[in-house]
Nanobody, 126 residues
Framework: QVQPVESGGGLAQAGDSLRLSCLLS??????????MGWFRQAPGNEREFVAA????????DYADSVKGRFKISREYAANSVYLQLNNLKPEDTAVYYC?????????????????WGQGTQVTVSS
């Protein structure tokens, strides 16, 4: 059973940086988890796309709201994907989720991802 496991959330002040990690356990088939994504959900809001990366070639995509501040990366040896959050803003406060999907497309909607982690809280104060 594929299971993403997030870590690295916490409290930060505006302008700070955090690094989120996602360990992909149970990954026996590269085709079933060929694309990894990060989403976030603030209280009262829908879960929204943040970033995605393709394992094979490292191609990435970002939401406009985080472009230039966040960076997604992957590490084969660690079976892990990371999200570097720089220049944090209070509006970045949310639970951040790691997700995995099959296929080639860097999907940006929740329904397109089959595997989800439990989430890690990021809280940014002004």
């Amino acid at each position: 059973q594929v299971q993403p496991v997030e870590s690295g959330g916490g409290l930060a002040q505006a302008g700070d940086s955090l690094r989120l990690s996602c360990l992909l356990s149970g990954r026996t088939s590269s085709s079933s988890t060929s694309v990894m994504g990060w989403f976030r959900q603030a209280p009262g809001n829908e879960r929204e796309f943040v970033a995605a990366i393709r394992w094979r070639d490292g191609t990435t995509d970002y939401a406009d709201s985080v472009k230039g501040r966040f960076k997604i990366s992957r590490e084969y040896a660690a079976n892990s994907v990371y999200l570097q959050l720089n220049n944090l803003k209070p509006e970045d406060t949310a639970v951040y989720y790691c997700a995995a999907r099959s296929g080639y497309e860097l999907a940006t909607t929740r329904a397109e991802y089959a595997y989800w982690g439990q989430g890690t809280q990021v809280t940014v104060s002004s």
